[in-house]
């Protein structure tokens, strides 16, 4: 068990949907990552926020926004959803960024767009 | 831009046999960080090991080992008397220093016995 927390696990919902994936860190860890994988595009980089603030930025949609709160949780919204926006989407943490520790992933949340 | 290159899309080992992973990636970067993480048939992602640029001592980690060369820009892993349970997906992984970490496409590696 990695220690970060991705709830749901999984998601069916249609296309033009909203949804909201949530991650947990570890405890302590001030990282938040977010990728997608798919089967076409592999794993790819979202975003990065740290201590609350966007740190990096990837190949992340438009459609799509994170935000990390006081708390340190984050959640990542997926709007306007098609169906190539199915695949895992992984949250992972770190204590500070890659200069200092490695990133552990959470299980994922399977999202499949109908 | 950063890229991550894993050139060999499925690897098939028998049990016992030693497996060399291999992994080339681009940067511009004079700092950067290099990782190698396992995601078995259950999906989740497992960090294995982690280094960085200014670091290019190469060691073993139990049946791990990693074999780092900036003249090359070679990251490659290796892993001693492969078991079954080591049949996995691996993903060679570079970051830079901000956090933004790109992986490779991976390779698929099936260890029979």
């Known amino acids: 068990d990695s220690g970060v927390t991705q709830t749901p696990k999984h998601l069916i919902t249609a296309t033009g949907q909203r949804v909201t994936l949530r991650c947990s860190p570890r405890?302590?860890?001030?990282?938040v990552y977010w990728y997608q994988q798919s089967l076409d595009q592999g794993l790819q980089f979202l975003i990065q926020?740290?201590?609350?603030?966007?740190?990096a930025k990837g190949n992340i949609l438009e459609r799509f926004s994170a935000q990390q709160f006081p708390d340190l949780h984050s959640e990542l919204n997926l709007s306007s959803l098609e169906l190539g926006d199915s695949a895992l989407y992984f949250c992972?943490?770190?204590?500070?960024?890659?200069?200092?520790?490695?990133?552990?992933f959470g299980q994922g949340t399977r999202l499949t767009v109908v | 831009a950063q890229k991550v290159t894993q050139a060999q899309t499925e690897i098939s080992v028998v049990e016992k046999e030693d497996v060399t992973l291999d992994c080339v990636y681009e940067?511009?970067?004079?700092?950067?960080?290099l990782f190698w993480y396992k995601q078995p048939p259950s999906g989740e992602l497992v960090f294995l090991i982690r280094?960085?640029?200014?670091?290019?001592q190469n060691e073993i980690s139990g049946r791990y080992s990693w074999n780092f060369q900036k003249s090359t820009s070679s990251f490659n892993f290796t892993i001693t008397a492969s078991q079954v349970v080591d049949s996995a997906v691996y993903f060679c992984?570079?970051?830079?220093?901000?956090?933004?970490?790109?992986f490779g496409a991976g390779t698929r590696l099936t260890v029979k016995p």
């Open positions: 992972a943490s770190s204590a500070w960024g890659p200069e200092n520790t490695e990133a552990f």
């Open positions: 405890s302590g860890d001030l990282s």
């Open positions: 926020y740290y201590n609350g603030e966007e740190r």
């Open positions: 940067t511009r970067d004079t700092t950067y960080y």
């Open positions: 280094r960085n640029s200014f670091d290019e």
């Open positions: 992984a570079l970051s830079d220093s901000v956090g933004d970490m790109r």
